[in-house]
């Protein structure tokens, strides 16, 4: 017999079919991978002409024509007991398992395509089998039958299983359960449905459970029963669309997914598990039964203090990663989630940021997505390892005291035939118009909020990377995409809400219940919305109107200000509203201050080559725009590459070009942004008043002919004043107002030699009693070309 294939994903795996007594090795290879377009067979029923061109729908057929002959030619079976053969029956515990059969009778109806013979356990009575069919049947008394009987059988292969009767257990997912699910309020679904570890009166199986109002019957298929639909139906739970089965025998590792057929049309389709919390690596797409809650957490002081922490008013800068492409290794193979933990972590803390935000890590079939067309919402990606070392490398981050955020993407879902698309051969988790359910310019569908298991999914993912990997907190990606019903659309092409309006009202119920159910169950996180338009209170508490989020990503500031700084320095005296005017509205809401992915893709160019100018220039453009971004009110974040100034535009396909730290210019942009975090989370006035108006007061935002602007950031123990030139002209003798006397001494400088610059500064300067932009004392300083200095008194 062949050897059972060790899931990398799980130590316990099974290694041999002896170790797993429903291993059965198909006749040929069937992977559950597209490359053998297990989903094709979603399309119609197993008919000739589809069977010729899919290769799996081809085996399948193969397999199931004899048996499709023979109850041809056999005598009829009964209305029930046909459904089972033709695998249409939402009920096989009606016609499967044990029943009574007269006073003190039992008898036993099993269905097993692959057998040959049957017996009750190892020494047992035999079955007989119905003429034509595969089913066998025993009948005896029931005071000889165990509380739960085994099969002992000879397949068509001559080898023997043994297991126990799945259609012999009792219904497992609790009323409760299913309750709160209909009502879109049980956060932790995902503990229900799915696929997981169960012991049942000392029986050790796997239960699987899945939503699918549409379907008239669904099986799990998997290695173990030759991914044949008809040998594992599940049951139906009754009007609220979910399905169950426990299968004792199976083990963690176990490869699975879902066979359905539609109740109206017939159609038949082959899905992975929406709820799966592992898959295999792309380009296949099965599910991965995991053993779960083995992981021993080492990061409790760092729980225990994020539960009391003020976000607000403390420092956050994110360090915004693609784990796939920061750094490869020798072979140019992804790193693992360990290796990760090890040098990424070390990396980020070497250079001072505070947290970590990771492009979505939720499984996904496509690199070039970057993760954004998610199929799997409770699975780390397979890329990287199993969940276990997604924890390690979360648990290495606390205890290192960085933060870990996720991007994760609730406003559309990929096409993608094996996925949520079309789950149950109907529009379930999308809107069925595509006016509403589909994104045009993503080729993407929309997630129907009105639904609310489809809500109920959602929520229970966030609860999920919140609870079991321990996130710091999530971004949410599009959230404009889903705020309004014409985002991106013509106007014949979107359709109104109830009252006549573009607002997505169903939206903006779900942001405020997300919101509202991860803050209050998991204190001390934040929920982050990248949201590019001028909604109102994105960042406001749900009790005032509020969508609830913490933060919004702030993009009308980003936009300005690389716009601003693309202008060649001549230019920049016409363009000076684009530094000033995001002051007008920068304390609206809680903004973090993004230089994303978004920026240096898609011929955009990197932030680097956005700058104009010679090479020098280039340089100091950028130091001082990060001068700038550092304090400015908001928290920060900044892209992986950006740091160190990478030249080329990134390549998702590609580690970041690391070389070029080989080069003292390039050294310098990277010793500036670690300096810069170090003095940023050691001064509470560039970070204790983000979010409010006191912690900021304009110098001189007015100097547009010689492109100079000036301010003070402060709180009640610390003042900083920030003077920043953005042309390429020393200015000596340049004036400013201070409100006190004293010496100012610079604490930082752009222009440093250290960093590349030309070391062009005052060092000190002593306040004059000479009054000056309204303040009684000013300063007398020497400003570096397109540089920043920070001064204290």
Known sequence: MKKHSKNPLDSDAPKSTEANPLQAEPAASLKAGPEN????????????????????????????????????????????????????????????????????????????????????????????????????????PARDLPEHYQLRWLDKDGYTREHYDPYDFAPQL???????????????????????????????????????????????????????????????????????????????????????????????????????QAFELRPDTAAIVVREDRYRWQDQAWMTQRAGHDWLHEPMAVYEVHLGSWRRDKLGNFLNYRALAVELVAYVKQLGFTHIELLPVTEHPLDAS???????????????????????????????????????????????????????????????????????????LIYNLGRNEVKNFLLASAVFWLEEFHLDGLRVDAVASMLYLDYSREAHDWLPNRYGGNENLEAIAFFRELNTVTHQQYPGIVMMAEEST????????????????????????????????????????????????????????????????????????SLLNKMPGDNWQKFANLRLLYTYMFTYPGKKLLFMGCEFGQGVEWNFNQALD????????????????????????????????????????????????????????????????????????????????VPEPGVYTEIFNSDSGYYGGSNTGSGAAAAEPIAWMNQPWSLSLTLPPLGAVILKL
């Not at 016609?95 to 269905?111: E, M, S």
């Not at 029986?203 to 030759?226: E, K, Q, T, Y």
């Not at 100097?703 to 020393?730: G, H, M």
């Open 174 to 276: 609790p009323e409760f359960d299913q309750h709160l699910f209909g009502e879109g309020k049980h956060w932790h679904i995902y503990q229900k449905l799915g696929a997981h570890l169960h012991r049942i009166d000392g029986i050790d199986g796997v239960l699987f459970a899945l939503w699918a109002p549409n379907a008239g019957r669904v099986s799990v298929v998997g290695d173990f029963n030759r991914w044949d639909g008809r040998c594992q139906p599940l049951r139906s739970l009754g009007g609220g669309g979910l399905w169950e089965l426990f299968v004792p025998g199976l083990t963690a590792g176990c490869v699975y997914k879902f066979e359905l057929r539609n109740r109206y049309s017939g159609e038949l389709l082959i899905k992975t598990d929406p709820y799966g």
């Open 534 to 605: 001028a909604w109102p209170q994105v960042t406001r508490p749900t009790w005032t109107g509020g969508l609830g989020f913490s933060m919004k990503w702030n993009m009308g500031w980003m936009h300005d200000t690389l716009a601003y700084m693309s202008q060649e320095p001549i230019h920049r005296k016409y363009h000076h509203d684009q530094l000033t005017f995001g002051m007008l509205y920068a304390f609206t809401e809680n903004f973090i201050l993004p230089f994303s992915h978004d920026e240096v893709v898609h011929g955009k160019q």
């Open 658 to 737: 690391w070389y070029v730290l080989d080069y003292p210019a390039h050294q310098g942009v990277q010793a500036l942004v670690s300096d810069l975090n170090r003095l940023y989370k050691t001064h509470p006035a560039l970070f204790s008043h983000d979010f409010d108006a006191q912690g900021f007061a304009w110098i001189d935002c007015h100097d547009v002919q010689q492109s100079v602007i000036s301010y003070r950031r402060a709180n009640k123990f610390d003042e900083l004043i920030v003077v920043l030139n953005f042309t390429p002209v020393p200015r000596p003798g340049y004036r400013i107002g």
């Open 37 to 140: 377009s297990a989903e094709a067979v979603a399309k119609k029923s197993l008919s000739p002409a589809a069977a010729a061109v899919d290769p799996v729908r081809k085996l399948q057929a193969e397999r199931q024509a004899p048996a499709a002959a023979a109850l041809k030619s056999a005598p009829a079976l009964e209305p029930e007991a046909m459904k089972i053969a033709e695998a249409r029956h939402h009920d096989p515990f009606a016609v499967l398992g044990r029943h009574p059969a007269g006073p003190g009778q039992a008898r036993i109806t099993v269905y097993l395509p692959y057998a040959e013979s049957v017996r009750l356990g190892p020494d047992g009575a035999a079955f007989t089998r119905r003429p034509g069919s595969d089913f066998f049947d025993y009948s005896g």
């Open 370 to 444: 970057w993760g954004y067309q998610t199929t799997g919402y409770f699975a780390p990606t397979s890329r990287h390892g199993s969940p276990d070392d997604f924890r390690f490398f979360i648990d290495a981050c606390h205890q290192n005291n960085i933060g870990v955020l996720l991007d994760w993407v609730p406003a559309h879902f990929p096409k993608d035939a094996f996925a949520l698309a079309r789950f149950d051969g109907s529009a379930l988790y999308e809107h069925a118009d595509p006016r509403q359910g589909e994104h045009r310019d993503w080729g993407t």
